[in-house]
């Protein structure tokens, strides 16, 4: 069974740049059967898809964050990360990640909540 | 990108009624369509899948249906643990969207 933990700070001072990490156990990041992802949730609103990206490094970006953005996999710790500048209190919000399988089955992280604020 | 536009906003429902939500999608989705219970304090859980396609370990009361830019989710005898937020998420092509969301009290 694939297992997703997020990690990262819970409070992140505007304009500086989150970084949260995925580790993936149970699956291997090199696989070529799905796509690793973000999603986010802020606090009252509804899911935003963030981005993902495939085994080989290969990024899809939701436009109104890709100018902020940079996901990418670390083969060697069998993780990927999430990397957003520039942060304001509209990132704030909880954080998941995503295992987005080719046979159409997706597992998710637990979440992790960033609060932007000085 | 792709709109969804999903109603109704909100629901109440009783013990053993059944409920319908639908989907709307700007373009067609060929039937990449999933449906998400979301809770408080813990991550979505995908109920279906390709529009129709039952997840593991989803009860059987829970079912999807539709094509192209229509589709509904339906749950049948309704218990008080399925009181949440409900979302429809096309998964045809990035970005992927949403639906504004449905939450169902029970």
């Known amino acids: 069974q694939v297992q997703l933990q997020e990690s990262g700070p819970g409070l992140v001072r505007p304009s500086q740049t989150l970084t949260l990490t995925c580790a993936v156990s149970g699956d291997s990041i090199s696989s070529r059967s799905c796509y690793w992802g973000w999603f986010r949730q802020p606090a009252g609103s509804g899911l935003e898809w963030i981005g993902r990206?495939?085994?080989?490094?290969?990024?899809n970006y939701n436009s109104f964050l890709r100018s902020r953005l940079t996901i990418s996999v670390d083969t060697s710790k069998n993780q990927f990360s999430l990397k957003l500048n520039s942060v304001t209190a509209a990132d704030t919000a909880v954080y998941y990640c995503?295992?987005?399988?080719?046979?159409?089955?997706?597992?998710w992280g637990q979440g992790t909540r960033v609060t932007v604020s000085s | 990108d792709i709109q969804m536009t999903q109603s109704p906003v909100s629901l109440s429902a009783s013990v053993g009624d059944r409920v319908t939500i639908t989907c709307r999608a700007s373009q067609s989705l060929n039937n990449y369509l999933k449906w998400y219970q979301c809770k408080q304090g813990q991550a979505p859980r995908v109920l279906i899948s390709t529009a129709s396609n039952l997840q593991s370990g989803v009860p059987s009361r829970f079912s999807g249906s539709g094509s192209g830019t229509h589709f509904t989710l339906t749950i049948n005898s309704l218990q008080p643990e399925d009181s949440a937020t409900y979302y429809c998420q096309q998964s045809l092509s990035t970005p992927y969207t949403f639906g504004q969301g449905t939450l169902l009290e029970i």
């Open positions: 990206v495939f085994f080989d490094g290969r990024t």
């Open positions: 995503v295992r987005e399988g080719f046979n159409d089955v997706d597992d």
